[in-house]
């Protein structure tokens, strides 16, 4: 019988092509769960920030201060926020490389599946191809264990004392207190006309 030797790689293109899609879909989920690491911690500690400045609100306290003293107290609140936000002006997108990691430590399979799949051949060497399609294989059929794995921030090492739960705790409680005074009392915190207006000066010659 005559005709074209059948293509030995042509088997493993589409099980390649599928693998391909669903390791650039995990690739994704690992650099959003790497990005969402570095930057909760930081975003954590502004909205920590914000619900302190709530409760100093709700709670009253600039109604009872002077002009001056809540000009201050507005001022601490937002260096307070930007020393939050700081961490985050050095934050950079996860490169694949660090994806590509993540995804060969959730598989719990050694040899780096990951990233052995985004490996090349360049030898003509038919021995070392045979061998490169068996690991290929090998690697194809334990594709489906490739897992990005959840977020992990560990908040606790960047709050070992779990302070942002008084926050929320307090937050509740000034709430509740605020009643329906709390846009007014939030505003009180911005009414500096004494500081920024002059006094009225009446001269009788």
């Keep these: 019988m005559s005709g074209a030797s059948p293509d030995p790689t ?99 399979i050694r040899h780096r599946p990951a990233t052995a799949l985004t490996d090349t051949l360049t030898t003509k060497d038919p021995i070392a191809q045979a061998l490169w399609r068996e690991q290929r294989e090998r690697t194809l059929a334990s594709i489906k264990r490739i897992r990005a794995g959840l977020p992990s921030p560990r908040l606790a090492i960047h709050d070992p004392r779990a302070l942002r739960a008084l926050v929320v705790v307090m937050l509740a409680a000034a709430y509740v207190a605020a009643g329906d005074e709390r846009r007014l009392r939030i505003a009180a915190a911005f009414d500096w006309n004494g500081v920024l207006a002059p006094a009225n000066v009446r001269v009788d010659a």
């Excluded at 909205?47 to 001022?75: D, E, K, N, Y």
């Design 10 to 108: 042509k088997s493993t293109r589409e099980p390649d092509a599928v693998a391909r899609l669903r390791l650039t879909q995990a690739l994704q989920r690992a650099q959003y769960a790497i990005t969402w690491e570095r930057a909760w911690p930081g975003i954590a500690r502004f909205l920590c920030v914000i619900g302190l400045f709530l409760v100093v609100s709700w709670a009253g306290l600039w109604l009872a201060l002077p002009f001056l003293s809540r000009a201050i107290g507005v001022s601490l609140f937002v260096l307070l926020a930007l020393a939050a936000l700081f961490p985050l002006a050095r934050f950079r997108w996860p490169t694949r490389e660090e994806g590509l990691s993540r995804l060969d430590r959730g598989t719990g």
